[in-house]
């Protein structure tokens, strides 16, 4: 019967873009090949689980590091701006991995049909991957094969790998994003407007009553989860937007500093560089010949 890692490698291999991304037909799941130790890869990410299968790969939050292998599950359960690098990869043994986002909604869902214990933590973590939860994902890949049966069987498995990591050792994260009176909820809803509108000048006033605090309670729950004020929050969403728009789209650099907000292309040179390590052209052009 095939493994995990088989199905995963199977699907990266045949669909995976010149990034090493593939999705799959199921909602928020997808799958990462990497060929070689890469780039640093700055991005804000929404809240995931990341199971290494082969290769490896350190990530940075803040000042913490974290660095994970095979078998080895890496948790984000909060909006957090993340620093990462694939540590471990070869064209014989590229890095293979799977990555679900999490769906809030189906985790409040979950925790009151379920009647579970809360939780109030917001933190990026890396644990061997549960048994249940590989269990889940396994025969959730399983279905790439089956696609009349992806309709029906798909997003019970979801719900069920949903499940399984909310009662694992993660669980008390998890949970706290399904909870609408938590921290880490109130904050993701500034999070989300801070998405939508980051090309556009903030107020922290409308921030505060989204999350529905003080302003001086929501800069301090703010920064506990995301590591950042919401400003620099902003600021690295229209940085990696713009990073987007010339490696995908190949904008000028002034047509993509004005397109996330920056009015002066000075300024926005500078906060790339400080971001990424070496200005706009440069990087672009070197990121374009790793690849």
Not at 66 to 86: K, N
Not at 171 to 194: F, M, P, W, Y
Not at 197 to 218: C, K, N, Q, T, W
Request: net charge positive.
């Amino acid at each position: 019967m095939p493994s995990l890692l088989t199905l995963v490698r199977r699907h990266a291999d045949a669909h995976a873009d010149r990034f090493g991304h593939a999705p799959t037909p199921f909602r928020g799941l997808g799958v990462v090949r990497q060929l070689r130790p890469g780039e640093l890869q700055v991005a804000v990410q929404k809240p995931l689980i990341a199971i290494c299968l082969q290769g490896r790969k350190r990530v940075t939050m803040g000042t913490v590091s974290f660095e994970y292998g095979p078998g080895e599950a890496l948790v984000i359960a909060a909006d957090v701006p993340t620093i990462s690098e694939i540590t471990e990869a070869s064209p014989a043994n590229p890095y293979y991995a799977l990555a679900l986002e999490l769906d809030p909604a189906l985790l409040s869902e979950l925790a009151v049909e379920a009647d579970m214990q809360r939780g109030d933590t917001a933190t990026v973590r890396i644990e061997p991957a549960d048994p249940d939860v590989a269990d889940a994902a396994l025969r959730l890949m399983r279905l790439l094969d089956r696609p009349t049966a992806q309709p029906i069987l798909g997003e019970a498995l979801l719900r069920e790998l949903h499940y399984w990591l909310m009662v694992g050792r993660h669980g008390a994260a998890i949970r706290a994003l399904g909870r609408v009176d938590s921290h880490a909820h109130r904050i993701a809803r500034a999070v989300a407007l801070i998405r939508r509108d980051y090309a556009h000048p903030l107020r922290i006033a409308d921030l505060a009553a989204v999350a529905g605090m003080s302003e001086s309670s929501f800069h301090q729950h703010f920064r506990a989860i995301t590591t950042l004020s919401p400003l620099q929050f902003q600021k690295q969403l229209r940085l990696i937007e713009a990073r987007r728009l010339m490696l995908v789209q190949s904008a000028a650099i002034s047509h993509a500093a004005h397109v996330v907000g920056y009015e002066s292309v000075p300024q926005f040179t500078r906060d790339y560089g400080r971001l990424f390590g070496s200005p706009p052209g440069r990087h672009i052009r070197d990121t374009r010949l790793s690849a």
